[in-house]
C-alpha cells in the first residue's frame, strides 16, 4: 500500500517563504506531484518530481529525495491567493498512472 | 476548451436511490479516475480506467459501479446510495506521459439523507 503525511496546517504572512513537507511510503515509486486546491475549486496541478532534487517553476519550487522518502513544496513571495490547500501525491507502478494522495494541508497566508 | 466536465454539480438524493454521474473529457486522455474528497481526508480513488471498455477498482469501490464505453467519457454510478457516500467527486484524466499530471472537473457535490 501507499501513504503520504503532510502537516494539517500552515499559516504564514504576506511576502514570507513557506515550505510543506511530505513524506511517504509506498510499495513502488514513480514520483512524486503537488496540488493546490483552493475551497470549492478543483485540485490544480502544481509540479512533479520523478528524480531526486530541485524542480522551479516561478514562485514555487518542489524537491524530492527517494532516498529519504521525503519531498517539499516551496512557495516564496507569498500572496493573499496562495491560500489553499496542497496536496501532495505518489504516482505508483500501476499502469493507469493513477495518484495516491496525502490529506492536504491548508496554507492561510495572513496580511 | 472544456477540459473535464462534470454533471451534475450538485445533487440531494435519498438513502436507496440511484444516480450516475457524468465525466466527459475532450483532451482524447487515455486514463480516467473518480476519486471522492471528504473533510479533512484528501482524495480516494474509486475506480479508473486505462481506456475505451477498460475499468479497475481503485481504494475505495464498495457501493460504486463505473462504465467507460466511449473514450471521452467515464460514467459513476450509485446503485443504492447511502449516507456514507455523501462527499465531493472528481473526475480526472491523464495522457500517458509521465508527468504526474491529472487534470481534474470542478467536481460533483452529492448528498444522500
Known amino acids: 500500500g501507499q501513504s503520504l503525511e503532510q502537516p494539517s496546517e500552515v499559516t504564514a504572512v504576506e511576502g514570507a517563504i513557506v515550505q510543506i513537507n511530505c513524506t511517504y511510503q509506498?510499495?513502488?515509486?514513480?514520483?512524486l506531484s503537488w496540488y493546490q486546491q483552493h475551497d470549492g475549486g478543483a485540485p490544480t496541478f502544481l509540479s512533479y518530481?520523478?528524480?531526486?532534487g530541485l524542480e522551479e517553476t516561478g514562485r514555487f519550487s518542489s524537491f524530492l529525495s527517494r532516498s529519504d522518502s521525503y519531498g517539499y513544496l516551496l512557495l516564496q513571495e507569498l500572496q493573499m491567493k496562495d491560500s489553499a490547500s496542497y496536496f501532495c501525491?505518489?504516482?505508483?507502478?500501476?499502469?493507469?498512472?493513477?495518484?495516491?494522495f496525502g490529506s492536504g494541508t491548508q496554507l492561510t497566508v495572513l496580511p | 476548451n472544456a477540459g473535464v466536465t462534470q454533471t451534475p454539480k450538485f445533487r440531494v438524493l435519498k438513502t436507496g436511490q440511484s444516480m450516475t454521474l457524468l465525466c466527459a473529457q475532450d483532451?482524447?486522455?487515455?486514463?480516467m479516475y473518480w476519486y471522492r474528497q471528504d473533510p479533512g481526508m484528501g482524495l480516494r480513488l474509486i475506480h479508473y480506467?486505462?481506456?475505451?471498455?477498460?475499468?479497475a477498482k481503485g481504494e475505495v469501490p464498495d457501493g460504486y459501479n463505473v462504465s467507460r464505453l466511449k473514450k471521452q467519457n467515464f460514467l459513476l454510478g450509485l446503485e443504492s446510495a447511502a449516507p456514507s457516500q455523501t462527499s465531493v467527486y472528481f473526475c480526472?484524466?491523464?495522457?500517458?506521459?509521465?508527468?504526474?499530471?491529472?487534470?481534474f472537473g470542478e467536481g460533483s457535490r452529492l448528498t444522500v439523507l
Open positions: 501525491a505518489v504516482r505508483g507502478p500501476g499502469s493507469a498512472r493513477q495518484l495516491t
Open positions: 518530481n520523478a528524480l531526486d
Open positions: 509506498t510499495s513502488g515509486f514513480y514520483g
Open positions: 480506467s486505462v481506456g475505451e471498455g477498460t475499468t
Open positions: 483532451m482524447n486522455h487515455e486514463y
Open positions: 480526472a484524466s491523464s495522457n500517458d506521459y509521465n508527468t504526474g499530471e491529472l487534470f
